[in-house]
């Protein structure tokens, strides 16, 4: 079975640093484009980054662009979040993302995948 696990939520003071981790299995990670979203109450889920398949090619959100920083490591299928110089805006659950696709024969099938989320706080 496909899982996405997020890990490394928490509490941070503003200015702050945290790294998320997301470890995948059931599924071959190397072919999938990964991707950091966050959902904070009553509004609406934001991509934050992303990062293509081989990890060639990253975007990021303007609002975090030159404080975040996302990574993978395809050898131990995880994707990672640098979070530095945080601030009470980014408080938020943050959900790993997996977009790529699955062969049977000549058929090819797209795929989504989402995480459960982990918290980030960011308060004083």
């Known amino acids: 079975q496909v899982q996405l696990v997020e890990s490394g939520g928490g509490l941070v003071q503003p200015g702050g640093s945290l790294r998320l981790s997301c470890a995948a299995s059931?599924?071959?990670?190397?072919?999938?484009?990964m991707s950091w979203y966050r959902q904070a109450p009553e509004k609406e889920r934001e991509l934050v980054a992303s990062?293509?398949?081989?990890?060639?090619?990253?975007n990021y959100a303007d609002s975090v662009k030159g404080r975040f920083t996302i990574s993978r490591d395809n050898a131990k299928n995880t994707v990672t979040l640098q979070m530095n110089s945080l601030k009470p805006e980014d408080t938020a659950v943050y959900y790993c993302?997996?977009?790529?696709?699955?062969?049977?024969?000549?058929?090819?099938?797209?795929?989504?995948?989402w995480g459960q989320g982990t918290q980030v706080t960011v308060s004083s």
């Open positions: 990062i293509t398949s081989a990890g060639g090619t990253t």
């Open positions: 059931g599924f071959t990670f190397s072919d999938y484009a």
């Open positions: 993302n997996a977009v790529g696709t699955s062969r049977v024969r000549f058929n090819f099938f797209p795929n989504n995948y």
